[in-house]
Structures are given as C-alpha cells and as structure tokens.
C-alpha cells in the first residue's frame, strides 16, 4: 500500500491560515461575550464572569422557577380538595335540612343562599383544580430548556477550545511563551493545564494581535 505524502505547507499558506483561524476565533468569543448584554439579565450579568456560566445561570434560574411552581401546586393542592370535601358534606346536611317541615321560613331563606354557595365553592375548585393540573403539566418544558442549554454550553465551549488550540499551535514563533502555550494545549483537565476564562481568551487573541 502507497503511503500518502504529505509536503512542507508554504509560508504564506500558514500565515493565512492563522489568520482565518483568528478570526473565526475572535468572532466565536464575541458571539459568546454577547450573549449576556440583555438588560433584562443585566443582574445575573453582572455576577457570572462568562457567557457559558450565565447560560448555565439561566438554566439554573428556569429549573429553580419550575422547582417553585410544583412545589406551590403541590402544597395548595391538598387544601384545596380538603376544601371540597368540606363544603360537599355541608352542602349534604343543609340539603336534609331543607326538607325539614320544622324549619322556621327565614331559616330556608339562609339555606338557600348557603347552598348556592356551597355549590360554587365546589364548582370553583373544579375549575382552580384542573388549572393547577395545567401547570403541573407545563412545567415538563424546564426539563428540555435546561438540556438543550447544557447542550450548547458544551458545544460553544468544546468549540472555542478547539479553534484556540488550532490558533495555537499555528502561532508564529515567539507569540507565546512556551510554558503558557502547554499550559493552554494541555486544558483544564490535565496536570498543569489551565481552563479558560473570558479574559484569558481576550488576553490570548490580543498577544496573537486579533
């Protein structure tokens, strides 16, 4: 079998090469630095340093939400049909009493009002019941949201990695020093190696002179 041969690549092709792998690197970190500049998230902006850590923020906050609302719907629930019950075992006894020939006629004129009452408090628990079902059921979407956000999360950074390691290793010499070039090829799962930060990868594409 023929070996495949492979030839020097020319100077100028590796030039551009760095530059294009530069560019794409710098776009990527830029998209990502962006991703938290909505003012209706400026307060979590604030305190998370990187994009990737407000996208799992975001995810963090969909999922606690959710937590809440379950929790609220399971706690009311019970109360509710506790309510229900009450007001049909009265509803019961009024209505036995109602036929009682004994019973004074302002009395029966409370009984009314009382009965048509009892029947809408069960009437509205129906109703208030089958709502908090819903959004029981509703809440299944954090499960998803907060899946998908892992998803990019991983994505965005297992790519921006990658780029930075190919613009790396395509430095022209004396770009980088060489303990901080096997630090940042190394990654943060190695022994010695470093996970980057947003200003760290700032820092990088500016000594690269992107």
């Known amino acids: 079998m023929t ?38 998230l400026a ?33 009311v629930q019970p109360i509710q049909d506790a309510l229900a019950s009450d007001a049909q075992q009265l509803q019961q006894q009024w209505q036995a009493m109602a036929g009682d020939t004994q019973v004074p006629e302002q009395m029966k004129s409370l009984m009314a009002q009382t009965l048509s009452y009892l029947a809408q408090a069960r009437e509205g ?16 979407f954090q499960d998803l949201t907060g899946q998908l956000i892992k998803k ?5 950074e297992r790519t921006e990695n990658d780029l930075l390691k190919l613009l790396i290793d395509a430095a022209p010499p004396g770009a980088l020093s060489r303990i901080n070039k096997d630090e940042l090829l190394a990654g943060p799962g190695a022994a010695g190696g470093v996970a980057l930060k947003q200003d760290d990868v700032d820092d990088l594409l500016a000594n690269l002179g992107f």
């Open 3 to 40: 070996g495949i041969k492979t030839s020097a690549v020319p100077t100028t092709n590796n030039a551009a090469v760095f530059s294009r792998l530069g560019l794409i690197v710098r776009d990527l970190h830029d998209a990502l630095c962006e991703l938290g500049a909505d003012e209706v």
């Open 43 to 75: 307060d979590a902006v604030c305190e998370l340093p990187s994009a990737r850590e407000r996208l799992l923020h975001i995810g963090e906050l969909t999922e606690r939400a959710a937590n809440t609302v379950l929790n609220k719907v399971e706690h």
């Open 125 to 140: 628990h129906d109703i208030t019941h089958a709502a908090l079902s819903d959004i029981m059921l509703s809440q299944d």
């Open 152 to 156: 990019v999360v991983s994505v965005l």
